[in-house]
């Protein structure tokens, strides 16, 4: 299984950014998906997941109301959608997949990672 996730950039405080992370080498609608972020000194964190359907959807409460997890299963790609980007929103942020109904919170809860994509936010 192959996640490649992309989108990632330089952008100023309260502009927006979408990544997306496209997988292959699985069937894409078996999978809840997650994103995740580390920012520099800090451990991995969670930062949204969805599950199969793409019914139900989870946030960290530091990105709620801000970020929006979506997925197309025609294109077996998830996406993030980043608004009101604040500078401690910097991280290299990486998609996840999980063999799972449940999109879940846990890092150990996702067996294939991404490489990951940094967002770098200027104030």
């Known amino acids: 299984v192959q996640l490649q996730a992309s989108g990632g950039g330089l952008v100023q405080a309260g502009d927006s950014l979408r990544l997306s992370c496209a997988v292959s080498g699985a069937t894409f609608s078996d999978h809840a998906m997650g994103w995740f972020r580390q920012a520099p000194g800090k451990e991995r964190e969670f930062v949204a997941s969805?599950?199969?359907?793409?019914?139900?959807?989870y946030y960290a409460d530091s990105v709620k109301g801000r970020f929006t997890i979506s997925r197309d299963n025609t294109k077996n790609t998830v996406y993030l959608q980043m608004n009101s980007l604040k500078p401690e929103d910097t991280a290299v942020y990486y998609c996840?997949?999980?063999?799972?109904?449940?999109?879940?919170?846990?890092?150990?809860?996702?067996?294939?990672w991404g490489q990951g994509t940094l967002v770098t936010v200027s104030s």
């Open positions: 969805i599950s199969r359907s793409g019914r139900t959807t």
């Open positions: 996840a997949a999980a063999f799972a109904i449940i999109p879940g919170r846990e890092l150990h809860e996702y067996a294939y």
